[in-house]
């Protein structure tokens, strides 16, 4: 395992049914979350946010101005804060919960536990680390990823209102219903949580150390490389996944 790099092409043993459960959990997640973010932004409308922006700047400012963009934001960020979105942190709450478990469940079969069920029964033996996050956990990685969500997105209708040439509503309304920064954001959560559930699992299992993998490809960040290259690592000192959005490392046992 020193010398290994995960090749996603050609993964062997327990890696094969791990990863493949990884890879289906993520998108998931991100169905279930996206759906959410869609429905709590059908009937949201930034009619308000261009009124409030357009009151602040006047039409004089040249579409490409820096403080025209970052005044369009703010005025967006205004309505976005302003609404509860109750399905978007629930279906983050589930997503977190779930990568949680599924973490530990890999964690488990990598440390040559038996097959646990990622959402079945816990097992009857008594373990160190916890299968489960807790409601606090659960509910601050929501209300993060939220909130780092909502400010990526109203930056970026921001500037798709301040850059508009015909109809700035309607171009930074498109920004919503796209929802891209709610997925990176969401895939950033699941990340960090099947992460804290492996190690987690690691606890438990009383191993000391574990290594960073790389995906083993061309796509291989500098960041993710340099990681892999710094292990093995304190169990409780080790990196934290995720790197990046859309991350495909994980970490193992030493």
């Given at each position: ?7 996603l092409r ?33 009937r949201l ?146 990340s960090a ?62």
């Amino acid at each position: 395992m020193r010398d290994a790099t995960l090749q996603l092409r050609s993964l062997m043993g327990a890696w094969r049914p791990v990863y493949a459960r990884r890879l289906a959990l993520h998108a998931t997640a991100e169905a279930v979350v996206m759906a959410a973010w869609r429905a709590d932004v059908r009937r949201l409308d930034l009619a308000s946010a261009v009124t409030a922006w357009r009151a602040a700047v006047g039409e004089a400012a040249e579409p490409q101005d820096v403080h025209r963009q970052q005044s369009a934001a703010g005025a967006a960020l205004a309505v976005l804060t302003a609404r509860p979105w109750r399905r978007t942190r629930g279906a983050l709450v589930l997503a977190a919960r779930r990568a949680h478990r599924a973490g530990w469940a890999a964690g488990h079969r990598l440390t040559g536990g038996s097959h646990v069920d990622d959402d079945g029964p816990l097992p009857g033996q008594l373990v160190l680390g916890a299968p489960e996050m807790s409601d606090d956990t659960a509910d601050a990685t929501a209300a993060a990823t939220l909130a780092a969500a909502l400010g990526a997105t109203a930056w970026r209708s921001g500037r798709a209102m301040a850059d508009s040439a015909d109809d700035p509503q309607r171009d930074a309304e498109e920004v919503l219903d796209a929802g891209l920064d709610m997925a990176l954001a969401a895939d950033v959560a699941v990340s960090a949580a099947y992460g804290a559930g492996l190690l987690s699992a690691y606890l438990g299992a009383g191993a000391g150390s574990v290594l960073w993998l790389t995906a083993g490809d061309g796509r291989v960040c500098e960041r993710c490389a340099s990681a892999e290259a710094g292990g093995p690592y304190n169990l409780l000192a080790s990196p934290r996944l995720p790197q990046h959005p859309r991350c495909r490392c994980v970490l193992a046992p030493a």
